[in-house]
């Protein structure tokens, strides 16, 4: 079932199609809630927040491109709202990869491997300027696609291109010294 069919459920008053689309998007939005700079129970309310809103306003909540991009754009939003009113917010690093189930069939050297391959994005994408920093995460960690990235952050599509090719580029010169 997608989600649209999931949100039309939830707009008639269906609690599973409900906690289905939460467990599907909250570690989703709390990992993207710490790129953002928020720390765990910042994030955990701002997504509760995002979430008990859905539901109050489940009848007159219109969404006209996709839950996930609703979802992400209410949880920035809520987050800049929370730093424009002075809350201070210190960035996180990331320390959570994504893990894979296929990760449980690779040999202790592939782990080894993929772990200092993605310690090493971690170091070389903290380099990055922040606005770069954040579109990268977003192509990278969070797989959404340059129209989804350019609404959530209110810029260009050639803007997120553009960061996604600067970014990609700066880690591979990174990587190329390291051998």
């Known amino acids: 079932m997608d989600d649209m069919e999931l949100l039309s459920q939830i707009q008639a008053g269906d609690r599973e199609a409900f906690n289905l689309i939460f467990l599907k998007y909250y570690p989703l939005l709390s990992r993207f809630c710490a790129s953002l700079g928020c720390y ?31 979802l ?66 977003l192509k990278w960690q969070h797989q959404l696609d340059y129209n989804e990235i350019a609404e959530i952050l209110q810029i260009s599509v050639s803007t997120v291109k553009t960061h996604v090719y600067r970014s990609v580029a700066h880690i591979r010169k990174q990587l190329s010294f390291v051998k």
């Open 72 to 137: 992400y754009a209410a949880v920035r939003n809520k987050v800049y709202s929370l730093n424009a009113k002075g809350k201070k917010m210190q960035l996180l690093p990331e320390e959570h990869a994504h893990n894979n189930p296929g990760d449980s069939n690779l040999q202790p050297d592939e782990i080894m491997f993929k772990k200092d391959r993605h310690f090493l994005i971690q170091r070389f994408m903290n380099e990055l300027p922040e606005q770069g920093r954040l579109v990268f995460l």
């Open 40 to 70: 765990t129970a910042d994030s955990e309310d701002i997504i509760a927040d995002v979430f008990l809103t859905l539901w109050v306003k489940r009848e007159v909540v219109e969404i006209h491109t996709s839950l996930k991009f609703y």
